[in-house]
């Protein structure tokens, strides 16, 4: 398959937000053996970019996930808000431990299609 076919979206609301390297990711999953509605997920990751800093709420996270799969990938806003200092690591527990990774997928893998069909 040719890479520059490859679809890459990003749907977050301003996405000079994640113009830069992530502040923290974490690999929710990486085996490239997953599939879904005919797409073979390869990775999904969630990303942290810190906004802001406040001094009583602490930092303003936007979390990020990247799902990458055989037919171009996508990068969504899972949350964001003044989560806390753990706010990758309570949101990956969350998913991992409530079956939201596959919601997750087949969420990111609707937009890529929709997306596409866009184009």
Do not use: W
């Amino acid at each position: 398959m040719n890479l520059s076919n490859l679809v890459k979206i990003i749907d977050v609301i301003d996405p000079q937000r994640i113009n830069r390297a992530p502040d923290k990711t974490i690999v929710l999953m990486s085996s490239g053996k997953f599939v879904e509605q005919g797409h073979i997920v390869k990775n999904v990751y969630l990303n942290l970019y810190v906004q802001k800093k406040d001094m009583r709420l602490g930092p303003y996270s936007l979390i990020t996930a990247f799902i990458e799969t055989d037919k171009g990938s996508i990068e969504i806003t899972y949350d964001e808000g003044y989560r806390g200092q753990n706010a990758l690591e309570e949101a990956a527990s969350f998913l991992t431990s409530h079956l939201g990774i596959s919601g997750l997928i087949l969420r990111s893998i609707i937009q890529l299609e929709n997306s596409q069909k866009c184009t």
